[in-house]
């Protein structure tokens, strides 16, 4: 059974940092494209970045620069660094796994809220 377990997530003043994380089980994790989404309230989910297998990244326009995705397959997880933090950021953060190997298919974690104050 593949299970994503995110953390990190909170309550931070604009311009703060926080790093997610998400940790997975049950799937071969090295193989994985591992990525990020958030959905704000009213607001279809959204991609915020994305890391490879062989640790290439792929960044949302509006978090480039901000934001680093990065992933310890040691450790079977992936985080995701964000700083410089704007209240438009507020939503809540959703870890997703597209496993490649034994079949392909998605799982996504339970979700993360990080809201951003003003």
């Known amino acids: 059974q593949v299970q994503l377990v995110e953390s990190g997530g909170g309550l931070v003043q604009a311009g703060g940092s926080l790093r997610l994380s998400c940790a997975a089980s049950g799937t071969i994790f090295r193989l994985n494209v591992m990525g990020w989404y958030r959905q704000a309230p009213g607001k279809q989910r959204e991609l915020v970045a994305t890391i490879t297998a062989g640790g290439g990244t792929n960044y949302a326009d509006s978090v480039k620069g901000r934001f680093t995705i990065s992933r310890d397959n040691a450790k079977n997880t992936v985080y995701l660094q964000m700083n410089s933090l704007k209240p438009e950021d507020t939503a809540v953060y959703y870890c997703?796994?597209?496993?490649?190997?034994?079949?392909?298919?998605?799982?996504w974690g339970q979700g993360t809220q990080v809201t951003v104050s003003s």
């Open positions: 997703k796994s597209e496993q490649v190997f034994p079949r392909k298919v998605d799982y």
